[in-house]
């Protein structure tokens, strides 16, 4: 029933940009703490971003910050992630999670929901 599905991915030179979008749907978009959270092969999935229901507060993982800028449109049940600057360590899948709670939002665990995730490739 619940199901969030990103885009937006895709191949990139080094300095570029994307939009990423995540599409929400089966549950009370507002009320859930949206993230982002990306994978590469050999590692475990990290914290990149958060914002909170009403997009208020937002976090970030220091490398990315300056360069992301995480948002959402609580009336299109979306959030979006827009990635400049993009570096070769950037290359990842990534995924957009919900949750519930105010607490351990860096917290993978704490997600309830997750998407099927986008590729992002950054080239030299």
């Known amino acids: 029933q619940v199901q969030l599905v990103e885009s937006g991915g895709g191949l990139v030179q080094a300095g570029g940009s994307l939009r990423l979008s995540c599409a929400a749907s089966?549950?009370?978009?507002?009320?859930?703490?949206m993230g982002w959270f990306r994978q590469t092969p050999g590692k475990e999935r990290e914290f990149v971003a958060t914002?909170?229901?009403?997009?208020?507060?937002?976090d970030y993982r220091d490398s990315v910050k300056g360069r992301f800028t995480i948002s959402r449109d609580n009336a299109k049940n979306t959030v979006y992630l827009q990635v400049n600057s993009l570096k070769l360590d950037d290359t990842a899948v990534y995924y957009c999670?919900?949750?519930?709670?105010?607490?351990?939002?860096?917290?993978?665990?704490?997600?309830?929901?997750w998407g099927q995730g986008t590729q992002v490739t950054v080239s030299s």
């Open positions: 999670a919900a949750r519930l709670g105010v607490g351990g939002r860096r917290n993978i665990k704490e997600y309830d929901y």
């Open positions: 089966g549950l009370t978009f507002s009320r859930y703490l």
């Open positions: 914002i909170n229901w009403s997009g208020s507060m937002t």
